[in-house]
């Protein structure tokens, strides 16, 4: 529907050469044009063309945009407004619209009037093959300003290559609030030095109309610039359209406001277009995305049903393979199944269908999420909108909730990779597919959808649950853990600069913006298992604060270092990389077990114990681990027969009782959950064993009603154990909460193949309460148990953990040992020595 060229090309190179000549005679730098609220818009297609917006900020006489291929102002092409609209009486905007633009370029330009030229902007065409992208989705800004804006600036953060809005942009659609929107949209502007020049990226908007701007239907005109249908005339008609993204993704945009009586014709007339368009121009794009704002099945039961608009679209979007739906209005979120029209509903599908997201609240206070349907992954009320990214094989689905706690990508960070996400966003973790959702296609092209990346992890999480088994005689087999003694990062950038106690942690980049290049030693001390023998088994357990879908080797170090002084240059850089032990991906969050290869410790206790370097295989994405002196270090778990020798671990306190009379060793044991389950009040006869949803403990949830979580660990091994020194619980927190929630020893026996809320009794399962927590984060959670004395009556009686909700609704999800990092057990205590 649109390309808008013809007649009017003529007509605007005509002023091209006329702007050119006034160009030529004007001092750019001697003054600024009188302009504000930039702003850009793709209409047609984001390959060649795009619509670039401004209002005049006083006096501002003929502007024009100045505009080239780089920031060498000299050889740069001007373009002068093609049309100038009013909003509402006194919003006064000019549009000029760029075509026959390169593919994947960056578009650098000014706004120029008669006193010079303003503010340096750029921003970038859509790629004209498959390369990857993100896109950013969400609606409903119209309200709840200060979080608008945190939902603005974490756009900037995220430096997408455009912008879906689904409508709602103000509460009144006044002049007064779209000029405050425009002012909040600033925040999205990206701020980069290029060449010398303080630049503002731009991204583009796609805009919808929604049910807040239904007292004027030429608003996305008016504002926006928007011409779906090319007539250069504001009509209902530029309330839908396609966006031509790239050969990756095509986007239709329609009005779901047009179900209101009155506008039969508008309707019909879109949805004759909608139907000729897909059967076009649908598979000229690898998936196809829609957006509208009205949901057809809201999930808060404050709002009607919208079935009309399932009567208009569902079985088009089926049988046109329209992969995924962004609605909006309702203000919350929500995540479906791939879904089939069913009559006048929907029937969830594992072969092929459409996946329906929203609803909204981009700034619009979030409502009740309590309309789950049969098809409904989850739902929450937060604010939010969604980060996407887009490639040939998959589209990956994530939910950003607004705060501040995200960093800031660098322009080139997204250069060197367009599918790259900050560190420290607040992601929502969905049951089932945890922080993202992950789309496929079947040979029908329609959407299936495969497993999250978080909360998954492709580690063992009983590796450390074999406590007191020995390869050799038997007669001294343990396993010990050992805390780091020095860890720390290097970088390639600054060569010779030290990072001991960054709070970053420790950073093993490919290539960063910053650091270039890093690498993380890691050391450990031998003293405790110097004497040890048949060495079985070698684990290196970290903690992954920000995952990469890159791949990372485990070396060992060529040559000794220590933490206070290490640099990139005294170590000799990629010099520092002796023979590989190990390869790992750290696609999830938490702990990560990585098993070493060789005969890794006897040729350190030979002489050489340089410790390991981490450092990246391929890809410039980078891992993130706490370190030391930033949250739990890097362990290595170390499995020997240890005969009658002392052996004290160094991860805890060690105990010197034994170590003079040779009765006893203070031993370090990591125990993995033997049995985790979830049970809930409302399904009390179910038994949720492995389910994909992990461990659930919500105070109320309209599916499961009240969840506890149980967790027991396997004690052989410790049975004749005592003087505990530790006893942490550790969990691995994929959706947060900021309720409390207590840690209860199981009043009875249960299986977590057969446990049910009925069998265990309900709430009677609850027994002394030990511990409480509150999982404000995602990532590790560890709970102190040791002054509760629980590890001394289990070995008595070992009926184990329960998790439950001490305050409020808002649940909290872990990671069982099915999905993940199952829960782990650290006690430390003296034990007898054979």
Known sequence: MNNFLGSNLWARIARSTAYAAMLAGLSVADANAATKHHRLVWDSDGRNSAVIGFSPDGSSNNPYVSFGYTTDESGWSTAGVDTTRTFDGSVVSHFVRLENLSADAEIFYRVC???????????????????????????????GHTTRRQGNQLLAKIRPLAVMHGGDFTDANSASQMLAF???????????????????????????????????????????????????????????????????????????????????????????????DLAAYGNSAEWRFAQYHKPMFPHYSGKSENTILHSWWAQDFYDYAINLV???????????????????????????????????????PARSANDPKSWT??????????????????????????????????????AADPLVLPANVNWWSANQVGEAMNLTRNSSN??????????????????????????????????????????????????????????????????????????????????????????SNATLELNVTNYSNSSFGVYLAASDWQEESATWGNIGGSGMLGSQVASFTPSSTGLRQVTLAGNVIETWLGGGNYGLVIASLGGSDGVDMTSKETGTAPVLTVDADCGGSSSSSSSGSSSSSGSSSGSGTSQQFVQAASDDVFIGSS???????????????????????????????????????SSFTQAQLELNVTDRSGNTYGVYRATSDWQEGSATW??????????SQLASFVPSSTGTQQIDLLSSGIVETWLGNNTGLVIASQSGSNGVDMTSKETGQGPLLRLQGLCPSN
Request: with cysteine; hydrophobic share 30%.
């Open 758 to 767: 009925n069998s265990v009794g309900g709430s009677v399962i609850l027994g």
């Open 113 to 143: 009037d008669q006193d010079g030229c303003g503010d340096r902007f750029w921003f970038r065409t859509a790629p004209q093959n498959n390369d990857p992208f993100v896109v950013v989705a969400g609606g409903d800004t119209r309200t």
């Open 326 to 364: 962004v609605e909006s209005d309702t203000h919350m979120t929500k995540l479906t199944e791939a879904l089939v029209p069913d009559g006048s509903g929907f029937a969830a599908t594992s072969n092929g269908g459409t996946v329906y997201v929203g609803e909204g609240s981009w700034g619009a």
């Open 446 to 535: 329609r959407s299936v959808i495969g497993g999250g990346s978080s909360g998954s992890s492709s580690s063992s999480s009983s590796s450390g649950s074999s406590s007191g088994s020995s390869s050799g005689s038997g007669s001294g087999g343990q396993t010990t853990a050992l805390a780091t003694s020095d860890d720390v990062f290097v970088t390639a950038n600054y060569t010779s600069t030290n990072y001991d106690g960054s709070n970053e942690g420790l950073l093993a980049d490919g290539s960063d913006s910053t650091y270039g290049q890093m690498m993380t030693l890691v050391k450990f001390d031998l003293d405790d298992i110097a004497s040890c023998s048949n060495f």
């Open 182 to 276: 425009l002012d909040d949209w600033e925040l999205t502007y990206s701020s980069d030095q290029i060449d010398g020049y303080s630049y503002q990226r731009i991204y583009p908007l796609i805009p919808t109309h929604g049910n807040h701007e239904d007292n004027n239907y030429f608003t996305l005109c008016q504002v926006f610039g928007v011409d779906f249908d090319g007539d250069s005339n504001c009509n209902p008609d530029d309330t839908y359209g396609a966006v031509q993204v790239s050969p990756l993704l095509r986007i239709y945009t329609l009005n779901s406001q047009f179900k209101n009586s009155g506008w039969s014709s508008y309707a019909s007339a879109m949805n004759s277009w909608l139907q000729s």
């Open 377 to 414: 992954i989850d739902l929450a009320s937060i604010q939010q909108f969604k980060v996407i990214q887009v490639s040939s094989d998959d589209v990956i689905v994530r939910t950003a909730q607004f705060n501040t706690s995200a960093s800031n990508l660098s322009r080139a960070e997204r």
């Open 683 to 721: 399904q009390g006869a179910n038994n949720f064993d492995g389910s994909s949803d992990g461990l659930l403990a919500d105070g109320s949830d309209r599916q499961y009603g009240e969840l506890y979580t149980l967790i027991k660990f396997d004690l052989t091994g410790t049975e004749s154990c």
